[in-house]
T-cell receptor
Framework: DSGVTQTPKHLITATGQRVTLRCSPR?????VYWYQQSLDQGLQFLIQ???????AKGNILERFSAQQFPDLHSELNLSSLELGDSALYFC????????????????FGAGSRLTVL | AQTVTQSQPEMSVQEAETVTLSCTYD???????LFWYKQPPSRQMILVIR??????QNATENRFSVNFQKAAKSFSLKISDSQLGDAAMYFC????????????????FGKGTKLTVNP
């Protein structure tokens, strides 16, 4: 158990629908990162939150959104789902100081497998 | 933007032998960190080893070691005495050093190398 909890583990839904993926970071970690892993694209960075604020944005579609709540858990919302959104979605957390950092390690959750039919 | 390239989509090794996985990266930054992550069939991403760019000494973790060539922007992973449990996808990743102004510690990943260990 990495300490990063993701729910649900598996999700099957239809095109056009909306889903929410949830992530609880490791105790003490302030940063949450979302990654999408598909067969042909590898691990793509979507978005990062640090202590409730958006810190960095990657290749996240406009149909996707995320937020980090005061208790530091994060949710990734995927809407108007398409077949191509089928992927493994990872959440990772780290102790990001916001200042000069060391080689802080990202700890990953087990992922949420999304299948869009 | 930084990029990471893993030129070997698949590799295989005999149990107890040694294998080296290649990784190259492109960056204009002088300070950064490099990582190797392992993803077994369970899909869990597990940190194998990390290297700080300012350190000349290559990192080692038990049977895992790296060959870090900063000028060549190369960061290969050597697995010695390969075991069946080493079979997995291996991802090389790059991270910028975060300065006083802040920034993101996001990782940029290569596309991975699938390692098969033959008994």
């Amino acid at each position: 158990d990495s300490g990063v909890t993701q729910t649900p583990k598996h999700l099957i839904t239809a095109t056009g629908q909306r889903v929410t993926l949830r992530c609880s970071p490791r105790s003490g970690d302030l940063s949450v990162y979302w990654y999408q892993q598909s067969l042909d694209q590898g691990l793509q960075f979507l978005i990062q939150y640090y202590n409730g604020e958006e810190r960095a944005k990657g290749n996240i579609l406009e149909r996707f959104s995320a937020q980090q709540f005061p208790d530091l858990h994060s949710e990734l919302n995927l809407s108007s789902l398409e077949l191509g959104d089928s992927a493994l979605y990872f959440c990772a957390s780290s102790v990001e100081t916001g200042g000069v950092s060391g080689a802080n390690v990202l700890t990953f959750g087990a992922g949420s497998r999304l299948t869009v039919l | 933007a930084q990029t990471v390239t893993q030129s070997q989509p698949e590799m295989s090794v005999q149990e107890a032998e040694t294998v080296t996985l290649s990784c190259t990266y492109d960056t204009s930054e002088s300070d950064y960190y490099l990582f190797w992550y392992k993803q077994p069939p369970s899909r869990q991403m597990i940190l194998v080893i990390r290297q700080e760019a300012y350190k000349q000494q290559n990192a080692t973790e038990n049977r895992f070691s790296v060959n870090f060539q900063k000028a060549a922007k190369s960061f290969s992973l050597k697995i010695s005495d390969s075991q069946l449990g080493d079979a997995a996808m291996y991802f090389c990743a790059y991270r910028s050093a975060v300065g006083i102004q802040g920034g993101s510690e996001k990782l940029v990943f290569g596309k991975g190398t699938k390692l098969t260990v033959n008994p």
